[in-house]
């Protein structure tokens, strides 16, 4: 991240080269004097930081609201690909940091309500399902890796810490009953198979991933039930082999929006009674994999605050526990992959149960 205090003398310059000053400054009622002498707000220094990357590292509250009500939206990244909140973090700005936070949920939640954020790219076929181009095309298990054709990481090696925690908090005990969609490399399967649960339901869309299963001998482990389909198309049978008393969902290809079909398909209840929740009632424990947003820390702290409150909408509390998520990464770690899905320093470990009726 460069130094943000390298700016031009205020004297002989631009309004907008001015109100990237004042904003860095946390001058507030300059920014609004500038505004309101036509300084155009979508204005950008050399390295791409707009009004709100400076405003940000100025820390100051009430210039982040007055950049953002102009405009500039909360996700905007520099050239070097940081966020504002990326530079209210490296000046110890907290306040500044969650007022950010707040304006991506906000923002989020209003693009919901205008169905402008339904996770379809623009010009893809709404009828067509969000992973199709993933289930058609072949992946590959290299090493430690599986990926796809792409050569996008679908799932990583250094994922198993935090798949094994993920199966602790799924399968506290022996002879649970548990739900995991999504087989992936198998880690957190293996993981709860060392944990003895009574029943193991896997759900797997993926052919070569379900090969891949047949193959490792998966489907001739006593106690595990394979579901071979998108979860979708699975949920009867997702049903008739349930309650569950743990559920874990991390699926590839896949947007928040299905994630979100997802919680809705296993939390919710029919009017007349005769479909139950999925997740056992009242100690049932639920998890995903917390990748949502996992390229910006900002991304993912919002994405957490959306899907906590979407949640507690269908009766669902949610805990999220810090853990460190890049003990094992290097400059390896992401070696021949397109596209890292994960570059943050601590993971949010989703912790969901029923809200209890006091």
């Known amino acids: 991240m460069s130094d943000i205090s390298d700016q031009p003398a205020a004297s002989e310059i631009s309004k907008e080269a001015q109100l990237l000053s004042a904003c860095h400054e946390g001058n507030s009622q300059l920014v609004k004097d500038l505004l309101a002498q036509g300084a155009e707000i979508f204005v950008t220094d050399d390295t791409g930081r707009t009004a709100l990357h400076f405003a940000a590292a100025s820390g100051d509250v009430e210039t982040?609201?007055?950049?953002?009500?102009?405009?500039?939206?909360?996700?905007?990244?520099?050239?070097?690909?940081?966020?504002?909140g990326d530079y209210a973090e490296s000046g110890g700005h907290s306040d500044a940091y969650e007022e950010l936070v707040q304006a991506g949920v906000r923002a989020e939640l209003i693009l919901r309500m205008f169905g402008a954020n339904d996770g379809n790219v623009d010009g893809e076929d709404k009828d067509k399902a969000a992973n199709d181009d993933y289930l058609t095309q072949p992946v590959v298990y290299s090493g430690d890796s599986l990926v796809d054709?792409?050569?996008?990481?679908?799932?990583?090696?250094?994922e198993a810490p935090l798949m094994e925690l993920?199966?602790?908090v799924i399968c506290a005990s022996p002879g649970k009953s548990v739900l995991n969609i999504g087989f992936g490399m198998g880690i957190i399967d293996t993981a709860l198979q060392n944990l003895s649960p009574g029943k193991h339901v896997i759900v797997e869309a993926h052919p070569d991933v379900y090969q891949h299963m047949k193959d490792?001998?998966?489907?001739?482990?006593?106690?595990?039930?394979?579901?071979?389909?998108?979860?979708?198309?699975k949920l009867d049978d997702i049903r008739a082999l349930g309650p569950y008393d743990g559920v874990f969902f991390d699926t590839f290809g896949e947007f928040y929006k299905d994630l979100d079909d997802f919680h809705k398909a296993i939390f919710a209840t029919s009017d007349d009674g005769l479909i139950k929740p999925v997740l056992s009632q009242p100690d049932g424990i639920y998890s995903f994999f917390n990748g949502m947003g996992g390229d910006h820390k900002l991304f993912n702290d919002v994405y957490c605050h959306v899907?906590?409150?979407?949640?507690?909408n269908l009766g669902i509390e949610t805990a999220f526990s810090s853990v460190a998520s890049d003990t094992a990464m290097d400059e390896s770690t992401w070696k021949g992959i397109k596209r890292p899905y994960w570059m943050i320093k601590n993971y949010h470990l989703p912790t969901c149960t029923w809200v209890q009726n006091e």
Do not use: C, S
């Open 307 to 312: 899907v906590r409150t979407d949640l507690r």
């Open 149 to 158: 054709a792409e050569k996008q990481g679908v799932m990583m090696a250094w």
């Open 64 to 84: 982040i609201k007055i950049v953002l009500g102009a405009g500039i939206p909360w996700n905007a990244l520099d050239v070097g690909d940081y966020t504002a």
């Open 166 to 168: 993920h199966a602790k």
């Open 216 to 233: 490792e001998g998966w489907d001739k482990k006593p106690n595990v039930h394979i579901l071979f389909g998108r979860w979708q198309d």
